[in-house]
């Protein structure tokens, strides 16, 4: 292999308008052979100092970005005026009282690649830095340092004293994330930084807010979002993702809700002279949401049965009625165990009302007109629970309630305790108002399994 190669760029009658780019060792015996084809060719040759093949990247790293600060050309690049308009960026900010990761390293990469491609059109890119001094990943971080355990720790503590060591903590590892803005050739003007806790940029917020409002573009409404009892305040991903416990147990339950007999007397589903109750029957796993169980969902398309069968698994006495997909038989009751009285299409279960198990809250005002009914929705598989699906707009079902007009009642107020309104079934039936949620999920299986 030879330590210089060539690269011949030729234009020729048979090629088309752009050159042909031919990269060789041998320019020469390229020549010979195109001076013996037919047709006429134009040659241009240039020479490139050889490569070498054991290039120290990191080093080289060094050295662009050694020659980059001596000739200040990210500075010149933010100042550089752009022919075809400005390209604005504001960087999404970090929180600079944690260190940088490795996925910083690899989103910055890719804002980088399209600043530099905007840049290289002719915009005037200006790359504005900033830093995030609110939010949970500094408070916790305090909380840590002081010992708190929530939210009445911190009050215990001295909000105004407790926000000024959190403003104290905000840059404390600004070292670390300009190292790396540096070391990664990300160019970002931070001499300009804006900085989410000066009055600045509050007062933009604000500024923006009221915009809005005066645009009549701000409503008052839910919203299901992750949930931290102890901070008692809404979660981004990523913070739930900090906090997460993967090893947390959620119990299976299968839970009968009584359907309104009259309708399916008149619908011809049960004899009029049979005076048991059939049940809707749902499988859950968060038996604390039960209370604020607000409608039952369905798969219209499917198909449903009125069937006979045992009070419950392995226990002796009087058949009672279910209502199941027809599909999940088997796997609810096991192959022998059950009597088909009815087969009912999805689309005549909708409407069909039920009664609540528990009682829950239900905020002022709420109209329960279209409450604890069944609806249709489009998602309820058949493949797996009963085919019918318990709705609690408030934790997690929020859309189908709305689609369907179903209200939204609660359980769990926001410290993650059992609000006072809710009442377990059954005489003599414990109570669990303040209970910590999943605390709560065994005396509701039990009380739930006493009544029936």
């Given at each position: ?227 931290c009892p102890r901070c008692n305040t809404s979660l981004a991903d990523h913070e739930a993702a900090q906090g997460m416990k993967p090893d947390a147990v959620d119990p299976s339950v299968w839970v009968k809700f009584p359907a309104h007999r009259d309708v399916l007397v008149e619908r ?185």
């Open positions: 292999m030879t330590d210089l190669a060539g690269v011949v760029s030729i234009r020729g009658d048979c090629y088309d308008p752009d050159p042909l780019i031919v990269r060789t060792a041998s320019p020469d015996r390229l020549r010979r052979a195109l001076r013996a084809t037919p047709g006429h060719f134009e040659e241009r040759t240039t020479m490139f100092d050889a490569v070498d093949p054991s290039v120290d990247l990191p080093e080289l790293d060094l050295e662009i970005l050694e020659f980059w600060r001596q000739a200040d050309i990210a500075k010149r690049s933010f100042e550089k005026d752009g022919g075809a308009g400005h390209y604005t960026f504001y960087e999404g900010p970090p929180t600079a009282n944690g260190k940088p990761g490795l996925h910083h390293a690899s989103t910055r990469s890719f804002k980088d690649l399209v600043l530099r491609y905007k840049t290289m059109r002719g915009y005037k890119v200006g790359r504005r830095g900033g830093w995030d001094t609110h939010g949970l990943p500094v408070e916790v971080e305090i909380e840590k340092e002081i010992g708190s355990t929530g939210k009445k720790d911190i009050e215990a503590y001295g909000i105004a004293k407790f926000n000024e060591r959190c403003r104290d903590s905000v840059f404390r590892y600004i070292k670390d994330w300009n190292d790396l803005t540096e070391r990664i050739g990300f160019w970002l003007d931070l001499e300009n930084a804006y900085i989410t806790y000066e009055n600045g940029f509050i007062e933009s917020c604000w500024w923006i807010l009221k915009e809005l409002w005066d645009r009549d573009l701000l409503f008052e409404d839910y919203k299901i979002t992750m949930h011809g589903w049960l004899p009029a002279d049979d005076a048991r109750t059939a049940s809707l029957m749902i499988w859950t796993t968060t038996p604390w949401t039960l209370p604020a169980n607000s409608g039952i969902a369905i798969k219209p398309e499917g198909t449903y049965a009125l069937v006979e069968g045992a009070p419950a698994h392995g226990r002796e006495g009087d058949p009672e009625l279910y209502i199941v997909g027809e599909k999940l038989l088997d796997a609810v009751f096991e192959e022998g165990n059950y009597r088909v009285l009815a087969s009912i299409p999805g689309t005549e279960l909708v409407g069909l009302g039920y009664d609540p198990i528990i009682q829950g809250r239900v905020p002022a005002g709420t109209d329960l007109t279209n409450a604890h009914r069944v609806v249709p929705e489009a998602s309820v598989e058949l493949e797996e629970g009963t085919g019918l699906v318990h709705i609690a707009p408030a934790y997690g079902d929020l859309e189908i309630g709305r689609k369907n007009d179903v209200p939204t009642l609660f359980s769990v107020d926001l410290d993650g305790t059992i609000f006072p309104e809710v009442e377990l079934p059954g005489e003599g039936a414990p109570s669990i108002v303040g209970e910590f949620f999943k605390d709560a999920d065994k005396p509701i299986m039990k009380a739930l399994d006493r009544a029936g």
